[in-house]
């Protein structure tokens, strides 16, 4: 994510080495490194010219004192100004009505739907809620349909009435069956257009007419960078939607709409969201997302998906196994499961501060977990319980029964017990019992 960004911005900091003080000279080609980066991250010349002075006035006159290098002071002042340009506080989200009433609006492909699923996931298993979805778009069948497998696989009622060719008879059919099943969020899946176009702008306003919604959240794929920004302003002029929620922020996106939105169409960033599976929704912070952006990472969210998935009493067990160094491979399977859950493997890495950067030409793919797994289940219960007992012929033996070759098995258990010494050491510095999921 933002990776081309995040690098050009460390390089722009880089050049101010050795400086004792911040001065409108010493700092002028970084500003102007810093703009060049925006810029060619898609955001808009005016917003990224206004960033840069703001930056300069901050920074001109600093004193670099002992302990921090110019290059961090610069970080420092840089995070603040993006942790303001994209809204500064977390929003808040409303979900209180009887029901509470969420539409959700964007262009086709945007990804509304998929999020439309997510957020009802998040509000049922993270808010307790009980929520109702909606599917309003009248004129694809395809995507009823979608909606209704994301609703079976996420045990969420979906309200679908196929032969209705009226979406706000739809919205308020819902909004009625919500009230008489006792469902206290109901979620309005809208049609979407290639493009925009005036019938579906007109529609959708006629159905936030028609249900008065505590939230209009406008969905925006974040690949599509200026185009997204142009695209909100269109549907915020019509539906003065409350908020945005930028997707597929797994991809390869430069930063441009994230950076740019807020600004443009004044409307926070609710939510965003970062790949296909149900529990990849995540709140939005500004300031998270400006520390990932400068490459300090954003171990607050990887703690909290750890959270999510690890359970206390668990990771106090393996805490003292690690500790006794007694990890073994049934432990190890167990642990890759959980981990799979908690998202996309490169996105998680880029959550540790300072790997962001590295994995920009690294290939990780989440089959990779599936070798280890067939090696770890070519092994014996007494194996996995005990990995010292995994001899050559046993090595061979699980080599044959996972597909692979003796040396894969060889550079999986060498591996194995690495990964052991440094669980231990982590262990010490108290790092792992955090990421596993224990209160701080
Ligand atoms: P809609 O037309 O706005 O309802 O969009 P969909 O929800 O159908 O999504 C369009 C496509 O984008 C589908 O193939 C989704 O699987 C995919 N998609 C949606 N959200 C994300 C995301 O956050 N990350 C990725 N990688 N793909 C997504």
Same mark, same amino acid.
């Given at each position: ?82 942790? @303001?340009? =994209?809204? !500064? +506080?977390? %929003? #808040?989200?409303? *979900? /209180? ?8 609006? &964007? ?113 925006? @794929?974040? =690949?599509? !960078? +200026?185009? %997204? #920004?142009?695209? *909100? /302003? ?8 409350? &908020? ?125 977990? /599936? ?70």
């Amino acid at each position: 994510m933002f990776q081309n960004l995040s690098e050009k911005l460390e390089s722009a900091f880089k050049g101010l080495k050795g400086q004792s003080r911040i001065t409108e000279l010493n700092i002028a080609s970084t500003v102007k490194e810093i703009r060049r980066a925006l810029i060619d991250a898609d955001v808009n010349y005016k917003i990224a010219k206004e960033f840069t002075d703001k930056i300069k006035d901050k920074a001109v006159g600093e004193k670099v004192i002992n302990a921090i290098s110019p290059g961090q002071l610069m970080t420092k002042i840089v995070k603040d100004e993006l942790t @303001d340009l =994209m809204g !500064g +506080q977390e %929003a #808040v989200f409303n *979900a /209180k009505g009887n029901p509470a009433v969420i539409l959700i609006a &964007g262009l086709q492909g945007s990804g509304k739907t998929t999020f439309s699923g997510k957020l009802a996931n998040f509000l049922k298993s993270k808010k307790g809620l009980s929520p109702l979805l909606v599917a309003a778009d009248i004129y694809r069948p395809a995507a009823m349909e979608q909606l209704r497998v994301l609703g079976e696989q996420i045990g969420v009622d979906v309200h679908i009435e196929p032969d209705n060719k009226d979406a706000v008879s739809i919205a308020q059919n819902a909004v009625k069956e919500a009230r008489s099943k006792n469902k206290n969020v109901v979620i309005i899946d809208t049609a979407g257009r290639l493009a925009i176009d005036e019938q579906m702008m007109t529609e959708v306003a006629n159905v936030r007419a028609a249900v008065n919604p505590q939230e209009i959240l406008f969905v925006v @794929d974040s =690949m599509t !960078g +200026q185009d %997204a #920004v142009n695209t *909100a /302003k269109a549907f915020n002029d019509r539906l003065d939607f409350t &908020g945005v929620v930028l997707t597929k922020l797994d991809g390869d996106t430069r930063g441009g709409a994230a950076l740019s939105i807020k600004y443009t169409v004044n409307k926070p960033i609710k939510f965003v969201s970062s790949g296909e599976k149900m529990d990849t929704l995540d709140v939005f912070y500004p300031e998270r997302m400006a520390q990932r952006i400068l490459g300090m990472g954003d171990i607050t969210t990887l703690v909290e998906r750890a959270q999510a998935q690890f359970d206390e009493a668990e990771a106090k067990k393996l805490e003292g196994k690690i500790r006794k160094n007694k990890f073994d491979f049934a432990d190890f399977k167990a642990q890759l499961e959980q981990l799979k859950k908690m998202g996309n493997m490169k996105d998680l890495l880029g959550m540790i501060p300072g790997l962001g950067n590295k994995l920009k030409d690294i290939e990780i793919n989440d089959d990779a977990f /599936k070798g280890i797994e067939a090696m770890i289940n070519s092994m014996t219960p007494a194996e996995r319980a005990d990995p010292d007992l995994i001899d050559t012929s046993r090595k061979k033996r699980i080599a044959r029964g996972a597909g692979k070759d003796i040396s894969e098995v060889n550079n999986f258990m060498k591996q194995f017990d690495q990964m052991r010494d440094m669980m231990k050491n982590m262990n010490k510095m108290g790092m792992f019992g955090k990421m596993m999921g224990m209160k701080r």
